[in-house]
């Protein structure tokens, strides 16, 4: 089962910060917070992670609350090519990605 | 990052015929792929992890004869359904593991209908 609980959808007006919950009361001291989106029909796209420290890419930041037991992800100007499933996965070095539903996030215009 | 293959993009089969669907690393050296499946409006589900050179390890449920890994070389892994069913209609995902820690990167699917 997926360790990581996140909202089924998300609307996000085109051009806004689109922030992503995830929680992960259960997680342990050496798991990864990983993000990955699959846009309909596609593979999953790696986004970013993190363990303890707030990231950021070219892509997205992720947010980590200091106990870590929950993280965002926030997208800074969400387009319309952003409309996807995103996932939120914890996982520890040699553990399988158990992928959970998700959240359906819809950039609108 | 990685940069991962799969072949074909989709395929329509009659019931009963195999079907087999390649994964490859284009950029680096795997050792280990994987390989999951998404039936429509679900999550995706492990199936297996092909190990070069060695048997593939498949997950509960999955049954190690009707989807034959062939892991032949560090940037091929093939997946075979064989007797293909209806019910083995859906999408077909690879993946390749790297970095660290290690962060698994996705071939863009296959789409397997069975008539």
């Known amino acids: 089962d997926a360790k990581t609980t996140q909202p089924t959808s998300m609307d996000c007006a085109e051009g806004r910060a689109a922030n992503l919950p995830c929680n992960h009361s259960?997680?342990?001291?050496?798991?990864?917070v990983y993000w990955y989106r699959q846009i309909h029909s596609q593979g999953p796209q790696y986004i970013i992670h993190?363990?303890?420290n707030n990231e950021t890419n070219e892509m997205a930041s992720l947010i980590i609350t200091e106990d870590r037991k929950s993280s965002t992800l926030i997208l800074p100007h969400a387009t319309l090519r952003d409309t996807a499933v995103y996932y939120c996965?914890?996982?520890?070095?040699?553990?399988?990605?158990?992928f959970g539903p998700g959240t359906r996030l819809s950039v609108l215009p | 990052g990685a940069v991962v293959s799969q072949h074909p993009s989709w395929v329509i089969c009659k019931s009963g015929t195999s079907v087999k669907i390649e994964c490859r690393s284009l950029d680096f050296q795997a050792t280990t792929m994987f390989w999951y499946r998404q039936f429509p409006k679900q999550s995706l589900m492990l199936m297996a992890t092909s190990n070069e050179g060695s048997k593939a390890t498949y997950e509960q449920g999955v049954e190690k004869d009707k989807f034959l890994i062939n892991h032949a070389s560090l940037t091929l892994s093939t997946l075979t359904v064989t007797s293909a069913h209806p019910e083995d209609s859906s999408f077909y995902i690879c993946?390749?593991?790297?970095?660290?820690?290690?962060?698994?990167?996705f071939g863009p699917g296959t789409r397997l209908t069975v008539l």
């Open positions: 993190g363990l303890k």
């Open positions: 259960t997680i342990s001291g050496n798991e990864y």
């Open positions: 996965i914890v996982r520890d070095y040699g553990q399988n990605f158990v």
């Open positions: 993946s390749v593991e790297r970095g660290g820690p290690d962060t698994q990167y």
